[in-house]
Nanobody
Framework: QVQLVESGGGLVQAGGSQRLSCAASGRTSSINTMGWYRQGPGKQRALVAT???????KYGDSVKGRFGISRDNGQNTVYLQMNSLNSDDTDVYYC?????????WGQGTQVTVSS
C-alpha cells in the first residue's frame, strides 16, 4: 500500500501562485508515475500533470505554460507549482501515484482562486 498526503491548498487571488506538495509513504519502492489530477463539482477528474521517475512530464492542456511539476525521488515527494491562477483552476486537487500497475490517490486538497 502507498499512502499519499497532500499539503499546500487554500485560497489564492487570481493571478497569484501556489505550490502543492504530496508525500508518499508505505511501499514507495517501484513507484513509477506521480502527479496531480483535479476535480470540481459535477465534473470528471482531469489530468493536471504527471511526472515519471526519469523526469518526463505530461500536462493537461489547460495548465500548460502555467504549472510546473517536479519530483524528489529520494523523498518520494511530488510538487506542483501553479502560476497565473484563475477561477477555472478552483478545484479539489488529488495527488496520484502509480506503482506496479496499481493507482493510489490522496484525499485531496482544495484550491480556491478568488477573482
Amino acid at each position: 500500500q502507498v499512502q499519499l498526503v497532500e499539503s499546500g491548498g487554500g485560497l489564492v487571488q487570481a493571478g497569484g501562485s501556489q505550490r502543492l506538495s504530496c508525500a508518499a509513504s508505505g511501499r514507495t519502492s517501484s513507484i513509477n508515475t506521480m502527479g496531480w489530477y483535479r476535480q470540481g463539482p459535477g465534473k470528471q477528474r482531469a489530468l493536471v500533470a504527471t511526472i515519471s521517475t526519469d523526469g518526463s512530464a505530461k500536462y493537461g492542456d489547460s495548465v500548460k505554460g502555467r504549472f510546473g511539476i517536479s519530483r524528489d525521488n529520494g523523498q518520494n515527494t511530488v510538487y506542483l507549482q501553479m502560476n497565473s491562477l484563475n477561477s477555472d483552476d478552483t478545484d479539489v486537487y488529488y495527488c496520484y501515484a502509480l506503482r506496479r500497475g496499481v493507482s493510489y490517490w490522496g484525499q485531496g486538497t482544495q484550491v480556491t482562486v478568488s477573482s
